[in-house]
Protein backbone atom coordinates (compact mmCIF):
# COMPACT_ATOMS: atom_id res chain seq x y z
CA UNK A 1 0.00 0.00 0.00
CA UNK A 2 1.31 3.89 -0.73
CA UNK A 3 1.77 5.66 1.83
CA UNK A 4 0.57 9.25 1.61
CA UNK A 5 3.54 10.54 3.88
CA UNK A 6 1.28 12.01 6.55
CA UNK A 7 1.47 12.07 10.07
CA UNK A 8 0.44 9.21 11.52
CA UNK A 9 -0.36 7.92 7.92
CA UNK A 10 -3.67 6.47 6.87
CA UNK A 11 -1.56 2.98 6.09
CA UNK A 12 -0.38 2.76 10.19
CA UNK A 13 -3.82 4.11 11.60
CA UNK A 14 -5.66 1.54 9.36
CA UNK A 15 -3.30 -1.16 11.11
CA UNK A 16 -3.82 0.53 14.82
CA UNK A 17 -0.30 1.36 14.77
CA UNK A 18 -0.46 5.18 14.49
CA UNK A 19 1.99 5.77 17.66
CA UNK A 20 4.62 3.94 15.82
CA UNK A 21 4.76 6.13 12.70
CA UNK A 22 7.76 7.54 11.58
CA UNK A 23 9.82 8.00 8.86
CA UNK A 24 13.14 8.01 7.87
CA UNK A 25 15.18 11.57 7.71
CA UNK A 26 15.76 12.19 3.57
CA UNK A 27 19.34 13.88 3.39
CA UNK A 28 18.37 15.49 0.03
CA UNK A 29 15.67 17.08 1.60
CA UNK A 30 15.40 20.24 3.95
CA UNK A 31 12.97 19.22 6.64
CA UNK A 32 9.14 20.85 6.28
CA UNK A 33 8.47 22.92 8.87
CA UNK A 34 5.42 22.13 10.65
CA UNK A 35 3.72 24.50 12.61
CA UNK A 36 3.24 23.77 17.07
CA UNK A 37 -0.44 24.56 16.21
CA UNK A 38 -0.79 22.13 13.32
CA UNK A 39 0.96 19.02 15.15
CA UNK A 40 -1.37 20.12 18.47
CA UNK A 41 -4.80 19.15 16.16
CA UNK A 42 -2.78 16.47 14.45
CA UNK A 43 -2.00 14.58 17.77
CA UNK A 44 -5.55 15.40 19.61
CA UNK A 45 -7.35 13.75 16.71
CA UNK A 46 -5.35 10.64 17.18
CA UNK A 47 -5.57 11.09 21.06
CA UNK A 48 -9.55 11.24 20.29
CA UNK A 49 -9.48 8.36 17.57
CA UNK A 50 -7.76 5.87 20.24
CA UNK A 51 -10.02 7.11 22.70
CA UNK A 52 -13.11 6.08 21.16
CA UNK A 53 -11.17 2.93 19.79
CA UNK A 54 -10.26 1.95 23.56
CA UNK A 55 -14.03 3.03 24.53
CA UNK A 56 -15.48 0.68 21.75
CA UNK A 57 -13.52 -1.89 22.82
CA UNK A 58 -14.20 -1.70 26.78
CA UNK A 59 -18.26 -1.41 25.88
CA UNK A 60 -18.01 -4.86 24.30
CA UNK A 61 -18.86 -7.44 26.97
CA UNK A 62 -16.37 -10.21 27.85
CA UNK A 63 -17.41 -12.87 28.82
CA UNK A 64 -14.48 -15.27 28.91
CA UNK A 65 -12.45 -13.84 32.08
CA UNK A 66 -15.69 -12.64 33.94
CA UNK A 67 -12.99 -9.66 35.07
CA UNK A 68 -15.06 -7.22 37.22
CA UNK A 69 -14.81 -3.39 36.70
CA UNK A 70 -12.47 -2.93 39.43
CA UNK A 71 -10.11 -5.29 38.04
CA UNK A 72 -6.48 -3.51 37.07
CA UNK A 73 -6.16 -3.07 33.21
CA UNK A 74 -3.34 -3.11 31.11
CA UNK A 75 -2.07 0.55 31.09
CA UNK A 76 -2.35 3.01 28.14
CA UNK A 77 -0.71 5.85 29.39
CA UNK A 78 2.22 4.73 31.46
CA UNK A 79 4.39 2.62 29.13
CA UNK A 80 7.60 5.04 29.47
CA UNK A 81 9.44 6.19 26.93
CA UNK A 82 12.23 4.08 24.95
CA UNK A 83 14.81 5.68 23.25
CA UNK A 84 16.58 3.53 20.20
CA UNK A 85 19.94 4.81 19.71
CA UNK A 86 23.11 3.54 18.08
CA UNK A 87 24.75 2.25 21.38
CA UNK A 88 21.80 0.15 22.69
CA UNK A 89 18.75 1.61 24.23
CA UNK A 90 17.35 3.52 27.41
CA UNK A 91 13.94 3.59 28.96
CA UNK A 92 12.51 5.78 31.79
CA UNK A 93 9.02 6.02 33.21
CA UNK A 94 6.22 8.21 32.23
CA UNK A 95 6.44 10.24 35.19
CA UNK A 96 10.67 11.23 34.78
CA UNK A 97 11.44 14.95 33.54
CA UNK A 98 13.24 13.25 30.69
CA UNK A 99 9.84 11.26 29.48
CA UNK A 100 7.62 14.50 29.59
CA UNK A 101 10.13 17.04 27.64
CA UNK A 102 10.46 13.94 25.26
CA UNK A 103 6.51 14.72 25.18
CA UNK A 104 7.47 18.12 24.61
CA UNK A 105 9.42 17.72 21.66
CA UNK A 106 6.71 15.48 19.78
CA UNK A 107 5.05 18.53 19.20
CA UNK A 108 7.87 20.41 18.27
CA UNK A 109 9.22 18.27 15.79
CA UNK A 110 10.58 21.15 13.80
CA UNK A 111 13.14 21.79 16.50
CA UNK A 112 14.58 18.42 17.05
CA UNK A 113 16.85 17.68 14.87
CA UNK A 114 18.53 21.31 15.52
CA UNK A 115 18.24 20.92 19.05
CA UNK A 116 19.99 17.49 18.81
CA UNK A 117 23.19 19.00 16.28
CA UNK A 118 23.20 21.50 19.13
CA UNK A 119 23.71 19.11 22.21
CA UNK A 120 26.14 16.93 20.56
CA UNK A 121 28.25 20.13 19.78
CA UNK A 122 28.16 21.38 23.21
CA UNK A 123 28.87 18.40 24.80
CA UNK A 124 32.69 18.21 23.69
CA UNK A 125 33.35 21.15 25.75
CA UNK A 126 31.62 20.08 28.80
CA UNK A 127 34.39 17.75 30.99
CA UNK A 128 34.07 13.88 30.92
CA UNK A 129 35.08 12.10 33.85
CA UNK A 130 35.08 8.26 34.62
CA UNK A 131 32.84 6.21 33.21
CA UNK A 132 30.84 5.46 36.25
CA UNK A 133 31.13 4.47 39.74
CA UNK A 134 35.00 3.42 40.25
CA UNK A 135 33.95 0.12 42.05
CA UNK A 136 32.46 -0.54 38.95
CA UNK A 137 35.44 0.04 36.34
CA UNK A 138 38.58 0.50 38.91
CA UNK A 139 41.50 -1.97 37.99
CA UNK A 140 43.15 -3.00 41.19
CA UNK A 141 47.02 -3.41 41.46
CA UNK A 142 47.67 -2.18 44.66
CA UNK A 143 49.28 -4.69 47.54
CA UNK A 144 48.26 -3.94 51.55
CA UNK A 145 51.44 -2.65 52.23
CA UNK A 146 50.60 0.25 49.66
CA UNK A 147 47.46 0.46 50.65
CA UNK A 148 47.98 0.80 54.33
CA UNK A 149 50.81 3.06 53.52
CA UNK A 150 48.57 5.96 52.03
CA UNK A 151 46.75 6.50 54.92
CA UNK A 152 47.85 9.89 56.80
CA UNK A 153 49.47 9.71 60.28
CA UNK A 154 47.01 9.92 62.90
CA UNK A 155 46.47 13.30 63.84
CA UNK A 156 45.22 13.68 60.37
CA UNK A 157 42.86 10.45 60.29
CA UNK A 158 41.68 11.71 64.14
CA UNK A 159 40.56 14.81 62.63
CA UNK A 160 39.37 13.24 59.51
CA UNK A 161 36.88 10.68 61.89
CA UNK A 162 35.87 13.27 63.82
CA UNK A 163 35.06 15.84 61.04
CA UNK A 164 32.28 11.90 59.93
CA UNK A 165 31.16 11.62 63.13
CA UNK A 166 30.18 15.44 63.91
CA UNK A 167 28.62 15.64 61.03
CA UNK A 168 25.54 13.76 61.17
CA UNK A 169 24.30 15.00 57.72
CA UNK A 170 26.96 13.48 55.46
CA UNK A 171 26.22 9.85 55.47
CA UNK A 172 23.41 7.76 57.04
CA UNK A 173 23.58 6.99 61.25
CA UNK A 174 24.82 3.08 59.86
CA UNK A 175 27.77 3.22 62.83
CA UNK A 176 27.92 3.30 66.27
CA UNK A 177 30.26 6.17 67.26
CA UNK A 178 30.44 5.33 70.47
CA UNK A 179 31.13 8.75 71.86
CA UNK A 180 34.22 8.60 69.75
CA UNK A 181 36.40 11.59 71.37
CA UNK A 182 36.49 10.04 74.91
CA UNK A 183 37.11 6.07 73.74
CA UNK A 184 39.82 6.34 71.35
CA UNK A 185 41.74 8.31 73.84
CA UNK A 186 40.80 6.15 76.67
CA UNK A 187 40.78 2.73 75.67
CA UNK A 188 43.23 0.24 77.30
CA UNK A 189 45.35 -2.02 75.24
CA UNK A 190 43.82 -5.27 75.19
CA UNK A 191 43.77 -8.65 72.98
CA UNK A 192 41.61 -9.04 70.13
CA UNK A 193 40.18 -11.63 68.57
CA UNK A 194 39.87 -10.75 64.78
CA UNK A 195 37.35 -13.50 64.15
CA UNK A 196 34.75 -11.74 66.44
CA UNK A 197 34.64 -7.94 65.44
CA UNK A 198 30.89 -8.15 63.82
CA UNK A 199 28.98 -6.23 66.86
CA UNK A 200 32.14 -4.06 68.14
CA UNK A 201 32.33 -0.38 68.51
CA UNK A 202 34.28 2.25 65.49
CA UNK A 203 35.97 3.45 67.91
CA UNK A 204 37.05 -0.21 69.43
CA UNK A 205 38.30 -1.55 66.06
CA UNK A 206 39.80 2.14 65.25
CA UNK A 207 42.20 2.03 68.53
CA UNK A 208 42.82 -2.19 67.44
CA UNK A 209 43.73 -0.68 63.92
CA UNK A 210 46.45 1.81 65.28
CA UNK A 211 47.79 -1.03 67.31
CA UNK A 212 48.44 -3.55 64.85
CA UNK A 213 47.29 -2.12 60.93
CA UNK A 214 48.51 -5.06 59.24
CA UNK A 215 46.22 -7.23 61.47
CA UNK A 216 43.74 -5.08 59.91
CA UNK A 217 40.61 -7.02 57.71
CA UNK A 218 40.72 -4.95 54.23
CA UNK A 219 36.80 -4.51 54.85
CA UNK A 220 37.78 -2.83 58.04
CA UNK A 221 40.40 -0.94 55.65
CA UNK A 222 38.01 0.01 53.25
CA UNK A 223 35.42 1.58 55.27
CA UNK A 224 38.25 3.68 56.92
CA UNK A 225 38.97 5.26 53.52
CA UNK A 226 35.12 5.80 52.87
CA UNK A 227 34.90 7.55 55.69
CA UNK A 228 37.62 9.66 55.16
CA UNK A 229 36.59 9.73 51.75
CA UNK A 230 33.34 11.47 52.38
CA UNK A 231 34.95 13.34 55.21
CA UNK A 232 37.52 14.81 52.72
CA UNK A 233 34.53 16.18 50.42
CA UNK A 234 32.53 17.90 52.97
CA UNK A 235 35.90 19.53 53.95
CA UNK A 236 36.87 20.36 50.14
CA UNK A 237 32.98 21.39 49.33
CA UNK A 238 32.73 23.88 52.47
CA UNK A 239 36.32 25.72 51.60
CA UNK A 240 36.58 28.71 50.37
CA UNK A 241 38.46 28.52 47.97
CA UNK A 242 38.77 24.89 47.66
CA UNK A 243 42.30 23.60 48.13
CA UNK A 244 43.65 21.53 45.63
CA UNK A 245 45.43 19.35 47.85
CA UNK A 246 41.73 18.41 49.63
CA UNK A 247 40.94 17.30 46.50
CA UNK A 248 43.58 15.08 45.42
CA UNK A 249 42.94 13.35 48.75
CA UNK A 250 39.34 12.79 48.17
CA UNK A 251 40.69 11.00 44.87
CA UNK A 252 42.73 8.53 46.39
CA UNK A 253 40.57 8.03 49.51
CA UNK A 254 38.04 7.06 46.99
CA UNK A 255 40.41 4.85 45.06
CA UNK A 256 41.51 3.08 47.90
CA UNK A 257 38.05 2.35 49.51
CA UNK A 258 37.54 0.64 46.28
CA UNK A 259 40.95 -1.44 46.01
CA UNK A 260 39.79 -2.58 49.68
CA UNK A 261 36.36 -3.67 48.52
CA UNK A 262 37.97 -5.93 45.73
CA UNK A 263 41.19 -7.28 47.59
CA UNK A 264 38.57 -8.22 50.41
CA UNK A 265 36.21 -9.89 48.39
CA UNK A 266 33.01 -7.80 49.28
CA UNK A 267 30.80 -9.86 47.16
CA UNK A 268 30.54 -12.61 49.85
CA UNK A 269 29.69 -10.34 52.58
CA UNK A 270 30.89 -10.08 56.14
CA UNK A 271 31.30 -7.42 58.89
CA UNK A 272 31.60 -4.02 58.07
CA UNK A 273 30.73 -4.73 54.06
CA UNK A 274 27.25 -3.12 53.95
CA UNK A 275 28.55 -0.05 55.80
CA UNK A 276 31.47 0.59 53.87
CA UNK A 277 29.59 0.43 50.08
CA UNK A 278 26.79 2.94 51.83
CA UNK A 279 29.08 5.33 52.43
CA UNK A 280 31.27 4.84 49.37
CA UNK A 281 28.08 5.42 47.51
CA UNK A 282 27.12 8.27 49.30
CA UNK A 283 30.17 9.31 48.03
CA UNK A 284 29.77 8.32 44.63
CA UNK A 285 26.33 10.45 44.67
CA UNK A 286 28.14 13.50 45.61
CA UNK A 287 30.65 12.90 42.68
CA UNK A 288 28.47 13.43 39.61
CA UNK A 289 26.22 16.26 38.71
CA UNK A 290 23.57 14.11 36.50
CA UNK A 291 21.75 10.51 37.03
CA UNK A 292 24.28 8.37 36.68
CA UNK A 293 23.27 4.55 35.67
CA UNK A 294 26.62 3.02 37.10
CA UNK A 295 25.68 3.86 40.37
CA UNK A 296 22.33 2.53 40.36
CA UNK A 297 24.10 -0.65 39.08
CA UNK A 298 25.82 -0.13 41.93
CA UNK A 299 22.52 0.13 44.27
CA UNK A 300 21.87 -3.30 42.95
CA UNK A 301 24.89 -5.01 44.05
CA UNK A 302 24.29 -3.39 47.52
CA UNK A 303 20.54 -4.38 47.57
CA UNK A 304 21.97 -8.03 46.60
CA UNK A 305 24.31 -8.20 49.32
CA UNK A 306 21.96 -6.86 52.08
CA UNK A 307 19.41 -9.70 50.94
CA UNK A 308 21.68 -12.39 51.13
CA UNK A 309 22.91 -11.43 54.48
CA UNK A 310 19.62 -11.37 55.58
CA UNK A 311 18.78 -7.81 56.52
CA UNK A 312 15.55 -7.53 54.97
CA UNK A 313 14.39 -9.77 58.31
CA UNK A 314 13.34 -8.19 61.39
CA UNK A 315 16.56 -9.42 63.62
CA UNK A 316 13.69 -10.24 66.33
CA UNK A 317 13.21 -13.24 64.17
CA UNK A 318 16.18 -14.89 65.35
CA UNK A 319 17.06 -14.82 69.05
CA UNK A 320 21.40 -14.95 68.39
CA UNK A 321 21.36 -11.69 67.32
CA UNK A 322 21.97 -9.35 69.66
CA UNK A 323 19.91 -6.14 70.89
CA UNK A 324 23.32 -3.81 70.08
CA UNK A 325 23.41 -5.68 66.24
CA UNK A 326 19.69 -6.36 65.44
CA UNK A 327 19.49 -2.34 65.87
CA UNK A 328 22.39 -1.33 63.65
CA UNK A 329 21.02 -3.76 61.20
CA UNK A 330 17.91 -1.61 61.37
CA UNK A 331 19.79 1.26 60.47
CA UNK A 332 21.68 0.04 57.82
CA UNK A 333 18.88 -1.60 56.08
CA UNK A 334 16.62 1.07 56.56
CA UNK A 335 19.73 3.49 54.82
CA UNK A 336 19.47 1.06 51.80
CA UNK A 337 15.38 1.02 51.30
CA UNK A 338 15.86 5.23 50.97
CA UNK A 339 18.57 4.46 48.64
CA UNK A 340 17.22 2.63 46.35
CA UNK A 341 13.79 4.81 46.40
CA UNK A 342 15.35 7.59 45.57
CA UNK A 343 17.83 6.35 42.89
CA UNK A 344 15.58 4.23 41.33
CA UNK A 345 13.00 7.27 41.39
CA UNK A 346 16.31 9.59 39.61
CA UNK A 347 16.57 7.02 36.51
CA UNK A 348 13.01 6.69 36.17
CA UNK A 349 13.14 2.92 36.79
CA UNK A 350 11.20 0.47 39.06
CA UNK A 351 12.92 0.04 42.64
CA UNK A 352 14.45 -3.21 43.38
CA UNK A 353 13.01 -4.20 46.83
CA UNK A 354 9.92 -5.43 47.06
CA UNK A 355 7.84 -4.60 50.29
CA UNK A 356 5.79 -8.31 50.45
CA UNK A 357 9.39 -10.04 50.70
CA UNK A 358 10.95 -7.26 53.75
CA UNK A 359 9.66 -7.54 57.73
CA UNK A 360 12.63 -5.08 58.89
CA UNK A 361 11.17 -2.75 61.39
CA UNK A 362 12.25 0.60 61.24
CA UNK A 363 14.77 2.11 63.48
CA UNK A 364 14.50 3.52 67.37
CA UNK A 365 15.00 7.24 67.75
CA UNK A 366 17.91 6.78 69.99
CA UNK A 367 21.63 8.17 70.45
CA UNK A 368 24.94 6.08 70.19
CA UNK A 369 25.28 6.81 73.79
CA UNK A 370 21.75 4.99 74.59
CA UNK A 371 22.57 1.81 73.58
CA UNK A 372 25.83 -1.00 73.14
CA UNK A 373 26.95 -4.82 72.47
CA UNK A 374 26.05 -4.85 76.63
CA UNK A 375 22.92 -3.83 76.44
CA UNK A 376 20.29 -6.62 77.52
CA UNK A 377 17.94 -4.85 75.59
CA UNK A 378 17.23 -1.93 73.71
CA UNK A 379 16.27 1.80 75.70
CA UNK A 380 12.50 2.74 74.57
CA UNK A 381 12.76 5.65 71.60
CA UNK A 382 13.27 9.34 72.55
CA UNK A 383 10.37 11.09 71.76
CA UNK A 384 10.33 12.96 68.32
CA UNK A 385 10.86 16.44 70.32
CA UNK A 386 14.44 15.13 70.80
CA UNK A 387 16.73 15.17 67.28
CA UNK A 388 19.03 12.60 66.79
CA UNK A 389 21.42 11.11 64.13
CA UNK A 390 18.39 9.04 63.61
CA UNK A 391 15.69 11.10 63.20
CA UNK A 392 15.68 12.56 59.87
CA UNK A 393 16.09 9.07 58.52
CA UNK A 394 12.65 7.93 60.24
CA UNK A 395 11.51 11.31 58.94
CA UNK A 396 12.47 10.09 55.45
CA UNK A 397 11.15 6.99 56.37
CA UNK A 398 7.43 8.08 56.87
CA UNK A 399 7.17 9.72 53.63
CA UNK A 400 8.58 6.72 51.70
CA UNK A 401 6.36 4.47 53.43
CA UNK A 402 3.85 5.88 50.80
CA UNK A 403 6.62 6.48 48.42
CA UNK A 404 6.83 2.92 47.29
CA UNK A 405 3.73 2.27 47.18
CA UNK A 406 3.51 4.79 44.66
CA UNK A 407 6.12 4.20 42.98
CA UNK A 408 5.28 0.55 42.36
CA UNK A 409 2.33 1.79 41.11
CA UNK A 410 4.01 3.84 38.19
CA UNK A 411 5.96 1.07 37.68
CA UNK A 412 2.93 -0.94 37.54
CA UNK A 413 2.03 -2.54 33.42
CA UNK A 414 -1.81 -2.54 34.58
CA UNK A 415 -3.93 0.42 34.91
CA UNK A 416 -5.36 1.79 38.47
CA UNK A 417 -8.23 4.00 39.07
CA UNK A 418 -8.75 7.24 40.11
CA UNK A 419 -10.20 6.15 43.64
CA UNK A 420 -6.99 3.98 44.15
CA UNK A 421 -4.71 6.83 43.22
CA UNK A 422 -7.10 9.45 45.07
CA UNK A 423 -6.64 6.89 48.44
CA UNK A 424 -2.45 7.05 47.92
CA UNK A 425 -3.02 11.25 47.44
CA UNK A 426 -4.67 10.85 50.94
CA UNK A 427 -1.69 8.98 52.53
CA UNK A 428 0.78 10.83 51.27
CA UNK A 429 -0.86 14.08 52.89
CA UNK A 430 -1.07 12.13 56.26
CA UNK A 431 2.18 10.65 56.30
CA UNK A 432 3.80 14.58 55.82
CA UNK A 433 1.44 16.10 58.49
CA UNK A 434 2.81 12.84 60.65
CA UNK A 435 6.32 14.21 60.25
CA UNK A 436 8.07 15.12 63.61
CA UNK A 437 7.91 18.38 64.44
CA UNK A 438 11.29 20.11 63.74
CA UNK A 439 10.85 18.45 59.93
CA UNK A 440 8.06 19.91 58.99
CA UNK A 441 7.86 22.95 56.82
CA UNK A 442 7.82 26.19 57.92
CA UNK A 443 8.11 29.43 55.86
CA UNK A 444 11.96 30.30 55.93
CA UNK A 445 10.65 33.94 57.84
CA UNK A 446 9.70 31.87 60.71
CA UNK A 447 13.38 29.28 60.46
CA UNK A 448 16.04 31.88 61.32
CA UNK A 449 16.66 30.64 64.58
CA UNK A 450 16.67 26.70 62.89
CA UNK A 451 20.10 25.26 61.88
CA UNK A 452 20.83 25.70 58.28
CA UNK A 453 20.92 21.32 57.99
CA UNK A 454 17.43 21.13 59.45
CA UNK A 455 15.83 23.67 56.82
CA UNK A 456 17.67 21.52 54.31
CA UNK A 457 16.21 18.85 55.33
CA UNK A 458 12.55 19.97 55.43
CA UNK A 459 12.86 21.03 52.40
CA UNK A 460 14.05 17.98 50.99
CA UNK A 461 11.42 16.39 52.22
CA UNK A 462 8.93 19.04 50.94
CA UNK A 463 10.53 17.81 47.44
CA UNK A 464 10.02 14.61 47.90
CA UNK A 465 6.40 14.94 49.20
CA UNK A 466 5.52 17.18 45.76
CA UNK A 467 7.36 14.32 43.55
CA UNK A 468 5.05 11.65 44.27
CA UNK A 469 2.16 13.99 44.16
CA UNK A 470 3.67 14.24 40.32
CA UNK A 471 4.12 10.80 39.78
CA UNK A 472 0.50 9.70 41.49
CA UNK A 473 -1.49 12.45 38.91
CA UNK A 474 0.99 12.75 36.35
CA UNK A 475 -1.27 10.81 33.52
CA UNK A 476 -4.36 12.90 34.35
CA UNK A 477 -2.29 16.42 32.80
CA UNK A 478 -2.19 14.56 29.51
CA UNK A 479 -4.67 16.49 26.62
CA UNK A 480 -6.61 13.06 26.31
CA UNK A 481 -7.83 13.97 30.11
CA UNK A 482 -8.02 17.64 29.21
CA UNK A 483 -11.93 18.28 29.00
CA UNK A 484 -13.43 15.38 31.89
CA UNK A 485 -13.62 17.13 35.07
CA UNK A 486 -13.40 14.12 36.72
CA UNK A 487 -9.33 14.77 36.42
CA UNK A 488 -9.53 18.63 37.72
CA UNK A 489 -7.90 17.45 41.37
CA UNK A 490 -5.28 15.20 39.55
CA UNK A 491 -4.36 17.87 36.93
CA UNK A 492 -4.16 21.10 39.20
CA UNK A 493 -1.90 18.63 41.73
CA UNK A 494 0.07 18.08 39.43
CA UNK A 495 1.00 21.27 38.10
CA UNK A 496 0.79 23.17 41.47
CA UNK A 497 3.35 20.56 42.70
CA UNK A 498 5.57 21.61 40.13
CA UNK A 499 5.25 24.98 41.13
CA UNK A 500 6.02 24.74 45.00
CA UNK A 501 9.15 22.49 43.26
CA UNK A 502 10.76 25.51 41.07
CA UNK A 503 9.30 28.11 43.85
CA UNK A 504 11.83 25.90 45.87
CA UNK A 505 14.37 25.99 43.95
CA UNK A 506 14.43 29.89 43.41
CA UNK A 507 15.05 29.62 47.20
CA UNK A 508 17.65 27.26 47.40
CA UNK A 509 19.35 29.23 44.66
CA UNK A 510 19.42 32.41 46.90
CA UNK A 511 19.82 31.41 49.68
CA UNK A 512 23.04 28.96 49.10
CA UNK A 513 24.72 32.39 48.37
CA UNK A 514 27.13 33.79 50.58
CA UNK A 515 25.53 35.56 53.10
CA UNK A 516 22.35 33.04 52.79
CA UNK A 517 20.68 31.14 55.11
CA UNK A 518 21.39 27.71 53.40
CA UNK A 519 24.82 28.70 52.75
CA UNK A 520 26.79 26.79 55.59
CA UNK A 521 25.22 23.72 53.86
CA UNK A 522 25.37 24.41 50.33
CA UNK A 523 27.81 21.08 50.00
CA UNK A 524 24.63 19.25 50.88
CA UNK A 525 23.20 19.66 47.40
CA UNK A 526 23.39 16.62 44.96
CA UNK A 527 22.09 15.32 41.58
CA UNK A 528 19.22 13.71 43.36
CA UNK A 529 17.26 17.16 44.07
CA UNK A 530 18.62 18.05 41.16
CA UNK A 531 16.10 15.17 38.98
CA UNK A 532 13.25 16.48 40.88
CA UNK A 533 13.98 20.57 40.00
CA UNK A 534 14.65 19.16 36.25
CA UNK A 535 10.76 16.82 37.18
CA UNK A 536 8.82 20.21 38.16
CA UNK A 537 10.58 22.56 35.29
CA UNK A 538 9.38 20.08 32.76
CA UNK A 539 5.79 19.56 33.82
CA UNK A 540 5.03 23.54 33.27
CA UNK A 541 7.41 23.17 30.16
CA UNK A 542 4.43 20.62 29.02
CA UNK A 543 1.65 22.58 30.59
CA UNK A 544 2.25 25.56 28.75
CA UNK A 545 2.58 23.64 25.43
CA UNK A 546 -0.79 22.01 26.82
CA UNK A 547 -2.42 25.61 27.16
CA UNK A 548 -1.77 26.77 23.99
CA UNK A 549 -4.63 24.44 22.97
CA UNK A 550 -7.13 23.89 26.14
CA UNK A 551 -10.23 25.89 26.55
CA UNK A 552 -10.35 25.72 30.57
CA UNK A 553 -7.10 26.23 32.18
CA UNK A 554 -7.25 27.16 35.83
CA UNK A 555 -4.36 28.05 36.82
CA UNK A 556 -2.01 31.34 36.11
CA UNK A 557 -0.15 30.93 32.71
CA UNK A 558 1.60 34.02 33.64
CA UNK A 559 2.81 32.81 36.73
CA UNK A 560 4.01 29.79 35.37
CA UNK A 561 5.70 31.41 33.07
CA UNK A 562 7.28 33.94 35.42
CA UNK A 563 8.77 30.96 37.37
CA UNK A 564 10.37 29.08 33.80
CA UNK A 565 11.78 32.91 33.35
CA UNK A 566 13.16 32.78 36.79
CA UNK A 567 14.76 29.14 36.45
CA UNK A 568 16.19 29.87 33.48
CA UNK A 569 19.54 31.44 34.14
CA UNK A 570 19.70 28.96 36.86
CA UNK A 571 19.94 26.17 34.38
CA UNK A 572 22.35 28.22 32.39
CA UNK A 573 25.16 28.75 35.17
CA UNK A 574 25.02 24.46 35.82
CA UNK A 575 25.11 23.54 32.10
CA UNK A 576 28.83 24.58 31.91
CA UNK A 577 28.88 20.92 34.14
CA UNK A 578 25.86 19.23 33.62
CA UNK A 579 24.18 17.60 30.57
CA UNK A 580 21.54 17.86 32.00
CA UNK A 581 21.11 21.53 32.78
CA UNK A 582 22.10 21.83 29.08
CA UNK A 583 18.90 20.08 27.77
CA UNK A 584 17.14 21.99 30.58
CA UNK A 585 18.50 25.35 28.83
CA UNK A 586 17.43 24.05 25.55
CA UNK A 587 13.86 23.07 26.33
CA UNK A 588 13.09 26.36 28.05
CA UNK A 589 14.39 28.68 25.50
CA UNK A 590 11.75 27.01 23.07
CA UNK A 591 9.04 27.21 25.71
CA UNK A 592 10.28 31.10 26.66
CA UNK A 593 10.57 31.61 23.02
CA UNK A 594 13.92 32.87 23.71
CA UNK A 595 15.96 34.05 19.88
CA UNK A 596 17.95 31.22 18.88
CA UNK A 597 20.93 33.42 18.15
CA UNK A 598 20.64 34.90 21.51
CA UNK A 599 19.96 31.36 23.37
CA UNK A 600 23.10 29.67 22.26
CA UNK A 601 25.41 32.43 22.21
CA UNK A 602 24.30 32.65 25.87
CA UNK A 603 25.59 29.04 26.11
CA UNK A 604 28.43 29.38 24.49
CA UNK A 605 29.52 32.07 26.60
CA UNK A 606 29.12 29.85 29.40
CA UNK A 607 30.58 27.27 27.97
CA UNK A 608 33.84 28.97 27.23
CA UNK A 609 33.81 30.73 30.68
CA UNK A 610 33.27 27.23 32.68
CA UNK A 611 36.13 26.99 34.83
CA UNK A 612 38.51 23.23 34.55
CA UNK A 613 36.08 21.20 37.39
CA UNK A 614 35.60 17.77 38.49
CA UNK A 615 32.58 15.76 39.86
CA UNK A 616 33.95 17.05 43.46
CA UNK A 617 33.98 20.65 42.82
CA UNK A 618 30.16 21.38 43.08
CA UNK A 619 30.57 24.43 45.16
CA UNK A 620 31.37 26.32 41.37
CA UNK A 621 28.26 25.09 40.06
CA UNK A 622 24.86 26.41 40.57
CA UNK A 623 23.03 23.36 40.72
CA UNK A 624 20.36 22.50 43.62
CA UNK A 625 21.21 18.92 44.59
CA UNK A 626 20.93 16.99 47.24
CA UNK A 627 18.69 14.97 49.61
Known amino acids: MRCDRQ???????????????????DP????????????????EALVRSLMQQQQQQQQQPNSQDGATATSPMPSEHGNGNMRLHSHGSNYVSSVHWAAILDSISELNDTYETERQAAMLTSGDHVPHYSPGPRLLYEPVQATKDEIISSIPARAVVDRMVARYFNTQDV???????????????????????????????FPLQYEIFWQDPDATSFAWLGLLFSIMCLSTQYQHLTEDPAEPESLMRVH????????????????????????????????????????????????????????????????????????????????????????????????????????????????????????????VELPPSRPETEVTPVLYGLAKIRIDSIGVLISDLVADTREHLLPEIMHLDGKLHEAETSLPPIFRWQPLGQSLMIPPQIVLHRLA??????????????????????ADERYEYSREACVRAAIKILEFQQM???????????????????????????????????????????T??????????????NTYPIWLRSSTVSQDARKAVEYLSLVLGLPHQQHHTQLANKTTAAPSTTPHDQVAWDAYHGD
Open 7 to 25: LPCKTCVSKDIALSCTYTP
Open 28 to 43: QRKAVVVGVGDRIQQL
Open 171 to 201: APAVLSSGQFLQEVRSHPPFHFNSNDSTNMH
Open 252 to 375: MFRERAVHCLVLGHFTKGGPHVLETMIIHCTSEIFMYKDAEIGLWLLLGILVQLALSLGYHRDPQNFSHISPFAGEMRRRVWAAIVQMDLRLSSQMGLPRLLKSQQCDTSEPRNLLDSDFDEAS
Open 461 to 482: LQLTVQRLVISLHRRYLSASYA
Open 508 to 550: VHEETQPGGLLYPVRWLRSSLLQSIFLLGMSILCYYVQLMKSA
Open 552 to 565: NVPLDRDKILELLR
